[in-house]
């Protein structure tokens, strides 16, 4: 995807899988590519239509929210591009968990029963819920990986104040409650995901995209419980898939490990797993749209001119 420069930009930023533009002091302009990454390293071909599924699902669950809290989103002018509000960020990821899965598994298989400061009940199987949803919030790194950490560290350590930490757990309870609503009535488990905050002024906004296959775990609901009884492995939508082919390639993203060779195959499969859960999430038939760069580059000069001059 190629480069843009826009009118009055600040600031450009090409994250691994998003090119993210700022426009004056008060609007971003982030493009979701057709990168995919995974183990903290952008594989080596884009999946097609990949950027337009998380672009769109993001869009529709920020609307889908907006009434529990402000978020960022101002427009989306072209299927793989939003626009909305700058916003400093919190140097925290929310991540929420219903059930015992993934990183909280494989933390309590290993015998610890505290994650994140958060207490752990003894009789989990995998896959389990627990009790009541939990938060196990981790740092946002600059480089590298980031890092469990728990809410008392958080504010003890200054990186969120107690006021508005409380908020964000309210938010994020709250936007989890939605979502797993959601989930539900198109026969989904919401089992994970993570909430970025930011703030404007005395505001706290949602920021980024929310609930989609790049942030979130989803399990089917049809058969959960027998498979649970059983002891077999859920049915899931997600990028789990994709970690789970690189690790079977000896590849986790340690030093010395080469990407495996994605063939057309693999890259086709992949992209009809991503349009899949939009299907299955949104509840309706994904439409491609293949856009020109300089198509995209006009909608956002159109949306741009629309806002009028940047806030700041």
């Known amino acids: ?140 790194a600059e480089v590298g990986h980031d890092e469990d950490i728990s809410k008392e560290d958080i504010i003890r350590r200054g990186i969120v104040n107690e006021k508005d930490y409380e908020l964000l757990e309210k938010y994020t309870l709250a936007l989890f409650k939605r979502g797993k609503e959601i989930a539900a009535k198109q026969g989904l488990i919401l089992v994970d995901t993570k909430y970025e905050f930011g703030k404007i002024g005395d505001t706290i906004y949602l920021m980024d995209e929310i609930h989609t296959p790049d942030s979130s775990r989803y399990f089917y609901a049809e058969g959960f419980e027998e498979k649970q009884a059983k002891g077999e492995k859920q049915k899931q939508l997600s990028k789990e898939f994709v970690r789970e082919w690189l690790i079977a390639n000896n590849f986790m993203g340690k030093e010395g490990q080469t990407v495996p060779e994605m063939n057309d195959e693999w890259v086709t499969v992949i992209s009809n797993r991503y349009i899949e859960l939009y299907e299955k999430v949104i509840g309706k038939k994904f439409e491609p749209q293949s856009l020109s760069d300089e198509e995209t580059y006009q909608r956002i000069l159109y949306a741009l001119a629309n806002l009028g001059t940047s806030p700041a």
């Open 1 to 140: 995807m190629k480069t843009f420069q826009f009118p009055n930009q600040t600031s450009y930023y090409r994250g691994k899988v998003r090119d993210v533009y700022g426009i004056g002091d008060g609007w971003l302009v982030m493009i979701a590519s057709d990168r995919i990454s995974a183990f903290d390293v952008i594989l080596p071909r884009p999946i097609p239509y990949k950027g337009q599924v998380l672009n769109q699902i993001a869009a529709f669950m920020l609307k889908a929210t907006s009434d529990i809290c402000p978020n960022w989103l101002l427009q989306t002018p072209a299927p793989n591009v939003a626009i909305g509000k700058k916003c400093t960020p919190f140097r925290v990821e929310m991540v929420v968990r219903g059930n015992v899965t993934g990183h909280a598994w494989r933390t309590y298989s290993s015998g610890k029963r505290e994650l994140c400061g958060v207490k752990l009940p003894e009789g989990l199987k995998e896959n389990d819920y627990f009790p009541t949803p939990i938060i196990t919030p981790s740092t946002k």
